[in-house]
């Protein structure tokens, strides 16, 4: 039995959350393994109506909680949901969530390590300090980490050579709906998909594609805000 924790993909789910949900579906269709879908409030409709599966409501109240709540939630709740679950491998998949008590085997997806390399992006101190605490008690349980670019690998290698050994790097795929379509007349596209955040640096892909020449139309989607300045 594999345990997901699928806290992150709600209805109204980002990047992480779409990562969670095609993870889900992918191992659902290998057949390999049993799966222990971990969800929390609003759950994202492909996961509470996916067959074959378990889904477990943790009480979990929203995706992006304090994260001082996020961390006491996460050593106390979830600990006990894993005791009692007893799966073979416990899979978090979203920066940290490995309770430090908890037995399981347990592996961590790491998508970045950017409250702690960009401080200013992420707001109060105490945000930070409990990201930290989170991040490390995951990286110190873990038998192994996913990181998801070698960037944030490297970002995890510079803080701590020894954790970094943990990890390999898995790169994300590319769902089937952004498979190329037939070849065709029409004005070639590039396709930037994510908030609007300023950590995200649109400046830079603003930049980028202003020296490039592709002769391509460049297109920015993927958050409702409207786009202010970069």
């Not at 996916?50 to 889904?55: I, K, L, Y």
């Not at 510079?158 to 790097?169: E, F, G, M, N, Q």
Request: hydrophobic share 50%.
């Amino acid at each position: 039995l594999v345990a997901l924790d699928c806290r992150a993909a709600t209805a109204r789910t980002g990047g992480v959350g779409r990562y969670v949900v095609n993870l889900a579906r992918e191992l659902r269709a290998r057949g390999e393994v049993r799966l222990a879908l971990l969800v929390g409030a609003d759950p994202h409709p492909a996961l509470a109506t996916m067959a074959g599966v378990e889904v477990v409501e943790t009480g979990w109240p929203a995706a992006h909680a304090r994260q001082d709540l996020r961390f006491a939630w996460e050593q106390r709740t979830l600990r006990r949901i894993l005791a009692r679950l007893r799966p073979d491998l416990f899979h978090a998949t979203w920066n940290l969530g490995i309770p430090l008590a908890s037995r399981v085997p347990a592996v961590l997806t790491l998508h970045d390590l950017l409250p702690l390399s960009t401080p200013g992006w992420f707001g109060a101190r105490a945000h930070r300090a409990f990201f930290l605490a989170g991040q490390w008690a995951a990286l110190l349980r873990a038998r192994r980490g996913i990181a998801v670019a070698g960037a944030t690998r490297q970002a995890l290698a510079d803080l701590s050579p020894w954790l970094a050994r943990k990890a390999v790097v898995v790169h994300e795929g590319v769902e089937d709906d952004f498979a190329p379509g037939p070849a065709g007349d029409g004005p070639r596209h590039v396709l930037a998909v994510g908030g609007r955040e300023a950590r995200k640096r649109l400046a830079g892909l603003f930049a980028a594609y202003a020296l490039s020449g592709l002769g391509a139309e460049l297109h920015v989607t993927g958050a409702a805000a409207p786009l202010g300045p970069v």
